[in-house]
């Protein structure tokens, strides 16, 4: 309760109109001890997450789309605690991706992360890892001895008369021993199985992957692609033929050939959106 100063006290006193005039003007209201301890309380809230400064992304994993409002001096392993309680994927398990590799001991602000911001992250969890190991795993022994001998892919036939072509002359260089992240222009200066020049196109915001020939440009959506194949071409091991599994059987395989090496691992992730275990 506020107390009311000793000079209001002698004001009031004179009575009549004029110390009402005089209360109004000298008055002074003094806290006690629990309203000051009060007032402090609530001038500390500086710290409260409401002050500190927020910024808004967007987090992208296996073709889901998460919203999530983070502080902006939040540092990467925090990031991935909060894709964990979003999506149930280990931090240890994560691969966070925002021009490039998100580093863990850098905050959103270091990084120079803006409202509206994409987060890529790859990644599986553990029952997911169990569900694509498991099947591998029981393979019989007689079976994994005919995949060891399996005729490689580039020797067969019908990749024989593309890759005989030799490397197309405008192809993109290719980096052995490398893994860089997709390259912001698109794939080109490549084969199809007709032995046309083909180029590819990752669509991240539409989720689309766009392949492109001189007649056409196919619109793919990511999450229709069952699965990626791909194999080092002998005698360029810098570069790889790789396939996209359209459809249930091998027919629907879209060919693709003299993919850099660099990205292999890029396309694979983009487009599967998991990490590949075999």
Request: one cysteine or more.
């Amino acid at each position: 309760m506020a107390r009311i100063t000793e000079g209001a006290q002698l004001s009031c006193r004179e009575g009549g109109d004029r110390s009402s005039t005089v209360l109004a003007e000298n008055t002074v209201l003094q806290p006690e001890g629990d309203e000051i301890a009060s007032q402090s309380s609530v001038s500390n809230g500086g710290d409260s997450e409401a002050d500190r400064e927020m910024v808004e992304l967007k987090i992208i994993w296996n073709k889901n789309k998460y919203d999530v409002k983070l502080p902006l001096d939040s540092t990467g392993a925090n990031l991935k605690q909060k894709i964990h309680v979003l999506t149930g994927l280990p931090p240890a398990m994560q691969k966070v991706m925002f021009k490039g590799l998100l580093p863990e001991d850098k905050t959103l602000r270091d990084i120079k992360v803006t409202n509206g911001a994409k987060i890529m992250v790859v990644g599986s969890t553990i029952n997911d890892v169990l569900a694509v190991t498991t099947p591998k795993e029981s393979l019989q022994p007689e079976v994994k001895a005919e995949e060891s001998t399996k005729e490689p892919l580039c020797r067969q036939k019908q990749h024989r008369k593309v890759l005989d072509k030799g490397k197309p002359e405008d192809v993109m260089p290719a980096i052995k021993g490398v893994q860089e992240r997709l390259p912001t222009v698109p794939l080109s200066g490549m084969y199809n199985k007709t032995g046309g020049k083909v180029r590819l196109t990752f669509k991240l915001e539409q989720d689309q992957l766009w392949i492109g020939t001189k007649e056409r440009t196919e619109k793919i959506p990511m999450g229709s692609i069952k699965n990626v194949i791909t194999e080092a071409i002998e005698g360029y091991e810098d570069y790889h033929m790789m396939a996209f599994q359209l459809g249930p059987t091998e027919a629907s395989y879209y060919w693709v050939y003299w993919v850099p090496t660099q990205y292999v691992d890029a396309i694979k992730d983009t487009v599967l959106g998991k990490w590949q275990y075999f």
